[in-house]
């Protein structure tokens, strides 16, 4: 079965502690992306990544990084959370430009 | 650059009845245009998307939408809705040839009533 999967799918942190949210898709999909999401604002693409190794700023990045290494991973960083980050985050993947998006089931995070 | 707004904020109806979701766009560029679905503490499920040709699109669920050019929108229909349609609603754009970002609106929240 076609998947996008994230985890943690909830969690609580603190201010400042690091955390990672991890995506991973098993469709051997080139491009892949994380968006957040926020009440009235809709989504709003954090950051996205073409193929390994070539990633690249969306519309929201500050506060965050990721990194390419493998083909089908797409980790989202805080480095150091604030809870201006507490939202609703969805991973996305398709296989190159032009093809259908496929979403995770999305992670929610709280920062206090 | 590009920007959707979806008109409602939130559409309450009655089971049975037709629906409209309004969505209109802005960009410069010609644009690919979608349609998605998240029902509660779910992802998001694409409902229909407008590539080229035929300006009428049918989607999963018996929804479909009409790509206007000239009024820049893209509204979704459904004739007859069910209790089970109710959910947050995605109107998106993305820009034909460039990469595949899209542009959301805020959303419409579908609140279908016995």
């Known amino acids: 079965e076609a998947q996008v999967t994230q985890n943690p799918r909830y969690l609580i942190t603190v201010t400042g502690k690091k955390l990672t949210v991890t995506c991973s898709q098993n469709m051997n999909h080139e491009y892949m992306s994380w968006y957040r999401q926020d009440p009235g604002l809709g989504l709003r693409q954090i950051y996205y990544s073409m193929n390994v190794e070539v990633t690249d700023k969306g519309d929201v990045p500050e506060g965050y990084k990721v990194s390419r290494k493998e083909k089908r991973n797409f980790p989202l960083i805080l480095e150091s959370p604030s809870p201006n980050q507490t939202s609703l985050y969805f991973c996305a993947s398709s296989l190159t430009i032009g093809n259908t998006i496929y979403f995770g089931e999305g992670s929610w995070l709280t920062v206090v | 650059a590009q920007s959707v707004t979806q008109l409602d904020s939130q559409v309450p109806v009655f089971e049975e009845a037709p629906v409209e979701l309004r969505c209109n766009y802005s960009?410069?560029?010609?644009?690919?245009l979608f349609w998605y679905v998240q029902y509660p503490n779910q992802g998001l499920q694409l409902l229909l998307k407008?590539?080229?040709?035929?300006?009428l699109v049918k989607g999963i669920n018996g929804f479909e939408a009409e790509f206007n050019k000239s009024q820049t929108s893209f509204h979704l229909r459904k004739p007859s809705v069910h209790i089970s349609d109710t959910a947050e609603y995605f109107c998106a754009v993305s820009e034909k040839g460039g990469y595949n970002k899209l542009i959301f609106g805020a959303g419409t929240r579908l609140a279908v009533h016995p």
């Open positions: 407008y590539l080229s040709g035929s300006t």
């Open positions: 960009s410069s560029v010609s644009v690919y």
